[in-house]
């Protein structure tokens, strides 16, 4: 997934300026997608350069002008190509379940408080995207999908065993491995 691909489908809906579409991000896709202003506006300036979208200058003889973008007959069939792709299942860092699978390097005591910690301010960001005003379509299942993914690590981190010793290094010995008969 890319974020020309994103603004693709923003821009697609209705022409908007790089504020709008940022908006849009905050507003429409914030657990699945985010982007600000200093990946917006490059980005959309090669989406130009690749014929996606087109740029209309808006706004009065003084004072600011609005930068207006809309999308492109090759951007819509260039959406349609992403979203035609079969997609698989995004590999990505996650941080999250990254610290969690090195807290056994912690003593117990601080392990618990660990696990503790992420479990409650997973659950502060499951309530704030609930809180979030509702979406349409497929953004919905979209966002449903996000809190439910964090509810699942949620409900593993409350009910997942938090060992008590930390496991011990592995010995400089190599197992000896059993002798083939020739």
């Known amino acids: 997934m890319s974020l020309p691909h994103i603004l693709l489908g923003l821009l697609d809906e209705a022409p908007r300026t790089g504020y709008e579409l940022e908006r849009a991000l905050r507003e429409e896709l914030d657990p699945i997608w985010s982007a600000g202003f200093s990946r917006i506006y490059p980005t959309l300036a090669r989406m ?88 349409e379509g497929a953004r919905s299942l979209a966002r449903r999908a996000a809190i439910e993914r964090l509810e699942a690590v ?5 009910g997942g065993p938090t060992p008590e010793r930390r496991p011990g290094p592995r010995s400089g010995r190599r197992r000896a491995s059993p002798r083939r008969a020739d």
């Open 48 to 135: 130009r350069r690749n014929g996606w979208v087109l740029l209309r200058v808006l706004g009065p003889r003084r004072g600011p002008r609005r930068l207006l973008y809309r999308v492109t007959a090759a951007g819509r069939r260039e959406l349609q190509r992403w979203l035609s792709e079969e997609t698989a299942p995004d590999r990505h860092n996650d941080a999250l379940l990254a610290g969690l699978a090195f807290l056994d390097a912690l003593p117990a005591g601080e392990r618990r408080r660990a696990f503790a910690s992420r479990e409650a301010s997973l659950a502060a960001e499951i309530d704030r995207l609930r809180a979030l005003e509702p979406v």
């Open 154 to 158: 949620r409900r593993l981190i409350r």
